[in-house]
């Protein structure tokens, strides 16, 4: 088992609507979470990090963290095609030292 | 700021040569990360530095890869002898000992042997 999953998509979703991406895990003493955007052919840029339970927000991005359920999520309100993507997410396990574990990512795609 | 930079951009290389990447960090950055990306794999970690010491090195497939990181400001990956299999786009990252442990990744450089 893959220590951090994500559906690979493509996860469509109409331009003005949320995006809603998942992220599981499996080391349970897991403590920092990313999530990061990567544009085709580009480099992955960090867009949001979580440490406790709950909701973080930062603008049109909101970052939600469920350590029971081992469980993290991005919401994308108000999509915009220029939001088209993969989003990678990756956490820092408790046996990676200071490396971070990252999925696969979700390829999104908002359509006009 | 410029950023971490990572040369080449590309490298096309037959079987059998030798192939070395390099990466400058973020001035002031603790920690240096080599991570390979392929379709079939994602991100994987390759070897991480902190202070220009290698501190996890078992990400690094076999001893074809070796990475060196003499000074704070300067890391190579070097393969030898490269294989098709290595094709991939690799990436260096650093991020600071302070603030969040999020990385700033470079531009990465796409190889290919062939």
């Known amino acids: 088992q893959k220590e951090v999953e994500q559906n690979s998509g493509p996860l469509s979703v109409p331009e003005g609507a949320i995006a809603s991406l998942n992220c599981t895990y499996s080391d349970r003493g897991s403590q920092s979470f990313f999530w990061y955007r990567q544009y085709s052919g580009k480099s992955p840029e960090l867009i949001m990090f979580?440490?406790?339970?709950g909701d973080k927000e930062d603008g049109r991005f909101t970052a939600q963290l469920n350590k029971a359920s081992q469980y993290v999520s991005l919401l994308i309100r108000d999509s915009q095609p220029s939001d088209s993507a993969t989003y990678l997410c990756?956490?820092?396990?408790?046996?990676?030292?200071?490396?971070?574990?990252f999925g696969k990512g979700t390829s999104l795609l908002v359509t006009p | 700021d410029a950023g971490v930079i990572q040369s080449p951009r590309h490298e096309v290389t037959e079987m059998g040569q030798e192939v070395t990447l390099r990466c400058k960090p973020i001035s002031g950055h603790d920690y240096l990360f080599w991570y390979r990306q392929t379709m079939m794999r994602g991100l994987e970690l390759l070897i991480y530095?902190?202070?220009?010491?290698?501190?996890?090195d078992s990400g690094m497939p076999e001893d074809r890869f070796s990475a060196k990181m003499p000074n704070a400001s300067f890391s190579t990956l070097k393969i030898q002898p490269s294989e098709p299999r290595d094709s991939a786009v690799y990436f260096c990252?650093?991020?600071?000992?302070?603030?969040?442990?999020?990385?700033?990744f470079g531009s990465g450089t796409r190889l290919t042997v062939v």
């Open positions: 990252a650093s991020r600071s000992d302070r603030g969040n442990y999020g990385y700033t």
């Open positions: 979580i440490y406790s339970n």
């Open positions: 990756a956490v820092k396990g408790t046996n990676s030292g200071y490396a971070l574990n």
């Open positions: 530095f902190n202070n220009n010491v290698p501190i996890d």
